[in-house]
């Protein structure tokens, strides 16, 4: 399968939606809250609704799971939504609305193709620092127009650790297992949400992981993290995106990280 023009079209409405965004960015924008305390702001309803109605115009037949949307699929003469539609888009407007609303510029536009089950292609434009990852199978991983590769680093006494949240550690009963993790390594930062998974993947940090993980918060990371030769998945070493948790890192760091968190 030529992957080559998905590529491109999600690269494409990737940074036209962070550009949207950025129209709402450190103007003070208020938040509504969900059901579940989360932030929502006016600029997350207005990209996913652009990226949305692009991917219905040049797709129809694909589903579309969305974060304030939920999932859809758009057939002529049908209302049905099979969540085993052979492709699927999956979609977080802004991962980070909690430091977009505050304006800080690590956010990021999230945007993955399943292929059969599979992430196959990627995109995360970050908009406020005109940042581009994205990735396909076979196509290589890009960063800006350059090739985007995990670090080499072999220890974590040398390596730098990303996370989100320290509450959320505790509140996934996961304390333990972070407390000898960030002994274990050179540096922590919490460069969170999705630009901690972009750090990693272009080398500049070693891992990320978040013990709670929402399958739109890290739609494009799988294919992209493959392609850039690194890791992707559960905390137990199984690669991909359905797991409800995330560990990113170098394949040499891997079985280090794994057995930190067996403990």
């Known amino acids: 399968m030529n992957l080559k023009p998905y590529l491109d079209f999600t690269t494409d409405i990737a940074y036209r939606a962070g550009r949207i965004t950025l129209g709402y960015f450190n103007v003070g924008v208020r938040p509504d809250y ?3 305390d989360t932030p929502v702001t006016a600029a997350d309803r207005a990209a996913e609704t652009f990226i949305r109605g692009e991917i219905e115009k040049a797709y129809p ?15 002529p003469g049908s209302e049905a939504a099979p969540a085993s539609a052979s492709c699927r888009w999956i979609i ?14 690590l956010y990021g536009v999230l945007i993955g193709l399943e292929i059969e089950g599979i992430v196959r292609v990627g995109a995360a434009y970050f908009p406020g620092t005109d940042e581009m990852l994205c990735a396909a199978e076979g196509e290589g991983a890009w960063w800006n127009g350059r090739r ?7 220890s974590l006494k040398r390596a730098c650790v990303c996370y989100t949240s ?11 297992a972070w407390e000898r993790i960030q002994k274990a390594a050179y540096m922590v ?6 630009y901690g998974y972009l750090a990693v993947a272009t080398g500049r940090a070693e891992a990320m992981l978040d013990p709670a993980m929402k ?10 993290f493959k392609e850039a030769g690194g890791y992707f998945g559960s905390w137990d070493g199984r690669e991909g995106h359905l797991h409800e948790e995330a560990l990113a890192c170098n394949p040499a760091l891997l079985p280090e990280m794994l057995a930190l968190i067996k403990g």
Request: aromatic share 10%; proline share 6%.
């Open 34 to 36: 969900k059901a579940d």
């Open 61 to 75: 037949a694909h589903a579309i799971l969305g974060e304030e949307f939920g999932e859809s699929l758009r057939l």
């Open 92 to 105: 977080d407007p802004i991962d980070g609305t909690k430091s977009f609303m505050r304006g800080v510029p």
């Open 148 to 154: 985007a590769y995990v670090s080499q680093e072999t």
């Open 166 to 176: 320290l509450h959320g550690f505790e509140q996934n009963n996961r304390a333990a």
């Open 189 to 194: 930062r919490g460069w969170s949400d999705a």
């Open 215 to 224: 399958v739109w918060d890290c739609g494009p990371f799988p294919v992209i």
